[in-house]
């Protein structure tokens, strides 16, 4: 039955929460459209993830905080009803300062998140695996995490840390001890580099812990089980699927440009009954039918 007419009452960080104490390391894809996100199910995965490099480039703009807590907020809101999955969602620095935190997480937990993550960036942000990066005082980002507990009903609340680039492992370990004191029920460490480090973090960090496997960074390709195996409960892949479309993009538009036709890679593509299959075209014709067999005279 289509999503438009099979909507589940739950509660999406409740479902996550369930995730978090099962067995196996959460795999949770990027999804930058809701049909990706779709996809991602129709895959068996059962958490996707919203990466703010990945809505800022959907959008035509690099990963430097221009999107607004609306915007992101309607995205967040259609991911969510497509796919009735728990939704982590990358809201940067937060929008703001402490005064500023009851309305992003407001407009996050209405639209459906079930988690947000949160950054200790200085504005203007850049992307984790970057170099030239600064970062606000733990203190302030105690805060803001602080607030965003204060407001939200049911909402997880993820911390992310990128003082190892700057400062070193030591720093990221002791930020994420000071939020999670600050009330974070998730910590992210980012751009960590070796099998050593993050070992040593999670040895350090005593909650559930986010891995990014994120591709052309700092972190060299591990594989989910490795993350697992060495105490990590969340592993992401926030931008592979925008760079995998925008390739295949790129590919077909140069083949009509050199040849005025797209024929060559029709068995790249995914055709017009796959597409609907995934849609449950069939499934809105029916709902049409059934409505117009009733009676009301």
């Known amino acids: 039955m289509p999503w438009m007419f099979n909507q589940r009452e739950y509660s999406a960080a409740a479902e996550f ?4 104490a099962g067995d196996k390391i959460i795999m949770a894809p990027g999804a930058h459209s809701a049909l990706v996100g779709m996809a991602a199910k129709n895959a068996g995965f059962q958490s996707l993830y919203i990466s703010g490099a990945a809505f800022s480039a959907s959008r035509g703009m690099p990963d430097i905080g221009y999107y607004t807590v609306t915007e992101l907020a309607e995205y967040v809101r ?69 607030a965003a507990v204060k407001i939200r009903k049911d909402l997880l609340i993820m911390a992310r840390t990128d003082a190892h680039a700057i400062f ?7 930020r994420a001890k000071m939020y999670i004191n600050a009330g974070a029920d998730i910590i992210f460490p980012e751009a960590l580099k070796t099998e050593e480090e993050f070992r040593h973090f999670s040895s350090e960090v005593k909650i559930p812990l986010l891995a990014n496997m994120t591709e052309f960074g700092k972190t060299p390709y591990y594989s989910a089980s490795q993350f697992e195996q060495w105490g990590y409960k969340i592993v992401i892949y926030p931008v592979t699927s925008l760079r995998v479309a925008m390739k295949a993009v790129e590919k077909v538009f140069k083949l009509i440009r050199e040849t005025g036709s797209q024929e060559a890679m029709l068995d790249e593509m995914q055709t017009r009954k796959e597409l609907y299959a995934l ?6 014709g029916e709902f049409d039918e059934g409505v117009a067999k009733s009676k009301y005279i």
């Open 17 to 20: 929460k369930k995730q978090l």
């Open 78 to 146: 259609g991911l969510y009803r497509s796919t009735n999955l728990p939704i982590i969602v990358d809201v940067d620095t937060g929008f703001g300062e402490v005064i500023h935190m009851p309305r992003t997480v407001f407009e996050m937990e209405e639209a459906g998140a079930a988690v947000i993550q949160m950054e200790d960036q200085k504005l203007p942000k850049k992307c984790g695996h970057l170099d030239g990066k600064e970062l606000v005082s733990a203190d302030d980002m105690c805060r803001k995490i602080e």
């Open 168 to 174: 070193g492992i030591e720093e990221a370990v002791k």
């Open 279 to 284: 849609l449950d075209y069939d499934g809105y």
